[in-house]
């Protein structure tokens, strides 16, 4: 009998630490501009090259100098998704309609990621914004520029 429960327990560990291995990760980032007059550019980028971040990095030796054999251009890519949103800022203000419309556009993303057996496991965001300079710390005018960023990923079961 004990055999028999080992050998139950054996089978479901392995199932369970195999299908662990058998998972592929997706990054989709949002970037919605927080421009005033509408003026900037907002998108749900999708990358759809793979890389191996192994090839792009290199390991130090004396804690200083290290030996990188790639250069930032190898490792641009040039295949990816860029689905257009709509930016915060009108000239008026804050834009409701169209961060409702953004919620409409990032949802079908989800939602489509999903029908193709994605699944949501972490989100993430951050925010530059222009919060303008204090005339004793320095002078100078605000930018009235910034971002705010959504990273969404995603994993799912390789067969």
Do not use: C, H
Request: cysteine-free; glycine content about 10%.
């Amino acid at each position: 009998m004990k055999r028999v429960i080992f050998l139950m327990l054996t089978v479901v560990l392995y199932s369970t630490v195999s299908a662990q291995q058998n998972v592929e990760f997706k990054v989709v980032t949002i970037i919605e501009s927080i421009v005033p007059g509408g003026v900037g550019r907002s998108r749900i980028i999708e990358n759809k090259t793979e890389l191996n971040a192994d090839d792009y990095a290199a390991d130090r030796t004396d804690g200083k100098k290290s030996k990188m054999d790639s250069n930032r251009k190898d490792v641009k890519v040039e295949q990816f998704s860029e689905g257009l949103l709509l930016n915060f800022y009108s000239l008026t203000g804050i834009n409701f309609q169209n961060v409702a419309s953004n919620d409409a556009l990032i949802t079908s993303k989800i939602n489509n990621l999903v029908k193709e057996g994605w699944d949501l496991t972490f989100v993430t965001s951050g925010v530059e914004s222009d919060a303008g300079t204090a005339k004793g710390l320095g002078g100078g005018q605000s930018d009235g520029r910034g971002i705010f960023i959504t990273r969404l990923f995603f994993k799912r079961t390789v067969e």
